[in-house]
Nanobody, 124 residues
Framework: QVQLAESGGGSVQTGGSLRLSCAAS????????ISWFRQAPGKAREFVAS????????YYADSVKGRFTIFRDNAKTTMYLQMNDLKPGDTAVYYC?????????????????WGQGTQVTVSS
């Protein structure tokens, strides 16, 4: 059974940085996309970024391009989200998700495996 465990959330001021981690276990992830979604209070969960594990190709939501970087450590089967120049609009619970997918990696309904979430709060 695939398990995902996020860590690294916290509180920062506008312009600050945080790095989130997602440790994956219980499977072989060669054909997986591992992604970050986020959910702000009162809003729907939305796609943030994704990495195709086998190739390392990355994809980003327009709202985070140029500020966030998703990358992986193959040896540790851990994926990271480096978040720079954080804004109050980035405040949300961030979730790690994983599944074997094709082009539908930005659709949360396609993912069977989810972490428990980690809170990111950005104050002005």
């Amino acid at each position: 059974q695939v398990q995902l465990a996020e860590s690294g959330g916290g509180s920062v001021q506008t312009g600050g940085s945080l790095r989130l981690s997602c440790a994956a276990s219980g499977g072989t992830f060669t054909n997986y996309f591992i992604s970050w979604f986020r959910q702000a209070p009162g809003k729907a969960r939305e796609f943030v970024a994704s990495i195709r594990w086998s190739s390392g190709l990355t994809y980003y939501a327009d709202s985070v391009k140029g500020r966030f970087t998703i990358f992986r450590d193959n040896a540790k089967t851990t994926m990271y989200l480096q978040m720079n120049d954080l804004k109050p609009g980035d405040t949300a619970v961030y979730y790690c998700a994983a599944d074997e997918l094709g082009s539908s990696f930005s659709y949360l309904g396609e993912y069977h495996y989810w972490g428990q979430g980690t809170q990111v709060t950005v104050s002005s």
